[in-house]
């Protein structure tokens, strides 16, 4: 699960370049880098939880 929420901001970082030469405004691009920005932050967070290291049966808020 966690792998496959990396792999759509991936997805949506080179989505990202190809439209955004076109379409995006530079505050439409910073707000778009804003939300990954916090998207990758939440995903680090979760890789690093009790539960990924195997410490906790409890998966993080928000995995499901």
Known sequence: MLQREMEQVTESTLALRHIGEESLSVTDMRVEM????????????QQRSAWALGLSDDPPPGYT
Do not use: F, V
């Not at 804003?34 to 967070?45: D, G, H, P």
């Open 34 to 45: 804003i939300q990954m920005r916090e998207q990758i932050a939440l995903l680090r967070a």
